[in-house]
């Protein structure tokens, strides 16, 4: 992933990608532009993975978190009387 690449926006990257599909859509551009437009755009869907992936992994351990401390406070889970 190019440097500049890192400071950008998960919808920035978004944004900027869906105009890359659409200038490739079109069609028009030679070789060389059409492979640097390719480029750009796996550049730019690894900027939008990554974010992707981040959240993920934020909301993967928001829900740990939470089923962790209603285990914890309701005695396991199981409601009721304890066995005997």
Do not use: F, N
């Not at 890192?6 to 599909?21: C, F, H, K, P």
């Not at 437009?37 to 959240?55: F, K, S, T, Y």
């Not at 934020?58 to 199981?78: F, I, N, P, T």
Request: glycine share 14%; hydrophobic share 40%; with cysteine.
């Amino acid at each position: 992933m190019a440097e500049t690449d890192t400071s950008l926006g998960y919808e920035q990257a978004r944004d900027e990608l869906i105009e890359v599909v659409r200038k490739l859509e079109a069609g028009g551009t030679s070789l060389e532009d059409s492979l640097a437009l390719w480029e750009r755009g796996e550049e730019l869907a690894q900027v939008c993975r990554h974010w992707l992936e981040g959240a993920r992994a934020r909301l993967d351990s928001a829900l740990a978190a939470r089923e962790a401390g209603a285990d914890a406070g309701d005695g396991g889970g199981r409601g009721g009387a304890p066995d005997a």
